[in-house]
């Protein structure tokens, strides 16, 4: 009979580890079509000295698209998970409560960024980028990127480990998780600018953000233009 405990209870912590995500709240997983992003490259390339250097914020774009090694590479320094066994990510987080959530903006839709697994769901296969600028106060860099990311935080998430200093701690690992795109924007050859001025609600309304879900920042990326 204890055996059969041990078993029962073993299984039910495999569940729950496996529905945390490393980290990543049961709540608001989304649903829908998974793409799966090829493996970043986690060696070689541009320095971070040499992207440190050359970082500057790029708010003219050319339309071309980018690939998915690209959006792999960005999602990844985001809020790629960097330490399989024990699910730690790229971005450091007060307590390992990863508040943070990346949801993607291209001409193909809207998508969510999934670290477990690298992979991306489909969200709705609308052109948003144009609702996003307007939402934006009419800045023409969302609209004009071939990629628009915005990091939204989940401020329940480290709440119930640090009540209402919470709130500065993501602020806080959003700054980290966005200089890390932009400096891997940088390393790729590519554009990109921090944008704070919007209007929470309409980003959320635009991004149909659940209950909870606070956008933080809005960082477009892309070809820059000559």
């Known amino acids: 009979m204890k055996a059969v405990m041990v078993v029962c209870l073993g299984l039910a912590a495999t569940v729950a580890l496996l529905a945390l995500g490393c980290g990543q709240a049961v709540e608001g997983q989304p649903s829908g079509k998974e793409i799966v992003l090829p493996a970043p490259v986690t060696t070689g390339g541009m320095s971070l000295s040499e992207s440190v250097a050359k ?50 903006l291209t001409k193909e839709g809207v998508f969510r960024y999934v670290p477990l697994g690298h992979k991306l769901v489909q969200l709705d296969d609308t052109d948003h980028r144009d609702d996003l600028s307007n939402a934006a ?4 860099s969302v609209a004009q990127a071939a990629l628009d990311i915005v990091i939204v935080g989940v401020l329940s998430r ?31 050859g590519l554009g990109a600018v921090p944008v704070g001025a919007f209007r929470d609600a309409a980003v959320g309304g635009t991004l149909a953000l659940p209950q909870g879900e606070t956008p933080l920042l809005i960082i477009p990326v892309g070809y820059p233009a000559p």
């Open 137 to 140: 106060l009419g800045q023409e």
């Open 55 to 104: 970082r500057r914020s790029v708010r003219a774009f050319t339309p071309q698209a980018l690939s998915m090694e690209q959006l792999s590479q960005l999602t990844w320094a985001g809020q790629g998970i960097t330490d399989p066994e024990q699910g730690r990510r790229a971005a450091p987080s007060a307590g390992a409560t990863y508040p943070l959530e990346l949801y993607l």
């Open 158 to 188: 480290t709440e119930t480990k640090y009540g209402e200093r919470a709130e500065q701690y993501v602020h806080i690992e959003a700054g980290a998780a966005g200089e890390n795109i932009l400096l891997q924007a940088t390393a790729l």
